[in-house]
């Protein structure tokens, strides 16, 4: 069945150091990719989407790039904050997957000053 | 403008014991809506979702139950809580199936003892 993966559970970065978080998909077709931040005690919020082969969704200085090839979404940002401290999840949603859109495990990021 | 209204915000309950989460949506007309669950720490977990009122189905069983009464409405609620309800419970909508961005609400915590 479809699925994300993101292989860090946690990440720990100095202020101004580049990220990169990994995201991985299994899906067929072209699934509809997310990314989302969550900050705690609140709901996830919305970063940005992309649906298209190599198309760059980009949003408060976070982007990430849609590659087929190697079923990969990976999240970017060139110089992280103390105020990005918070949980990052990648998902998925696919028109086979019904109402199903389906959540990476979250990569918690901790960015000290 | 979209507002989303969880109520309420946190909840401490007995095992045993009723429950009863809301949800509201305003400024959207016939939303896709949905139940996430959330453990501390963890995933987000669907468990419901519904497309117009009256309608709702269950993704996975958690001896809780969902309806829907109005359009912008959406009720979680069980008649014997288990310590596995225990966790974050968040409301979402979209507009459309889930390759469409979900809108997540601030959320209720649920603690049962």
């Known amino acids: 069945g479809d699925s994300v993966t993101q292989t860090e559970g946690q990440v720990a970065l100095s202020e101004e150091d580049f990220l990169t978080i990994h995201c991985n998909y299994s899906a067929s077709g072209y699934p509809a990719l997310f990314w989302y931040v969550q900050y705690p005690g609140e709901g996830p919020q919305f970063l940005f989407r992309?649906?298209?082969?190599?198309e760059k969704g980009s949003s408060r200085g976070f982007e990430a790039t849609y590659d087929k090839g190697t079923t990969s979404f990976h999240l970017r940002k060139a110089s992280v904050q103390e105020s990005d401290s918070a949980v990052y999840y990648c998902a998925l949603g696919t028109a086979n997957s019904g109402t199903y859109q389906r959540f990476g495990t979250g990569t918690k990021l901790q960015v000290v000053p | 403008a979209q507002t989303i209204h969880q109520w309420p915000v946190a909840e401490i309950k007995a095992v045993g014991s009723p429950l009863s989460l809301g949800c509201t949506i305003k400024g959207k007309s016939s939303p896709n809506l949905y139940w996430y669950w959330q453990a501390t720490g963890g995933t987000l977990q669907q468990l419901f979702y519904s497309i117009t009122v009256g309608q709702v189905e269950s993704v996975v069983q958690l001896n809780l139950s969902a309806s829907r009464p109005k359009d912008d409405q959406f009720i979680l609620s069980t008649e014997k809580l288990l310590l596995s309800h225990s966790g974050f419970y968040l409301c979402a909508w979209s507009l459309g199936g889930v390759q469409n961005t979900l809108y997540f609400g601030a959320g209720t915590r649920l603690s049962v003892l």
């Open positions: 992309a649906s298209r082969d190599k």
